[in-house]
């Protein structure tokens, strides 16, 4: 049995489902480059599965629709679970 996504605590990508779809997420990113160190927050829209990796495809936090953007991560990566209601968010 998985445990389930709380608000305010980590959470392993490779622990997602479907019916995590729509919660907000936080983790920190690196640019390609490397010369950006970013915080994402953003909403999930789609999950895939590959070869110890996962495809978390996020939507802005202020855009209903939009484009997707994909980050990819390894195995046992932790996100940020994040309150859609919190202070300043949007």
Known sequence: MRAEPEFGK???????TQLDIGAYIRFPWRSKE???HLIVTGELRQIYYN????HLNLVGISHEYGDLEEFTFPSGFEVGIVDPKEPGLI
């Open 10 to 16: 980590k959470f392993c990508v490779n622990q997602f």
């Open 34 to 36: 490397g010369q950006l």
């Open 51 to 54: 070869s110890g990796e996962i």
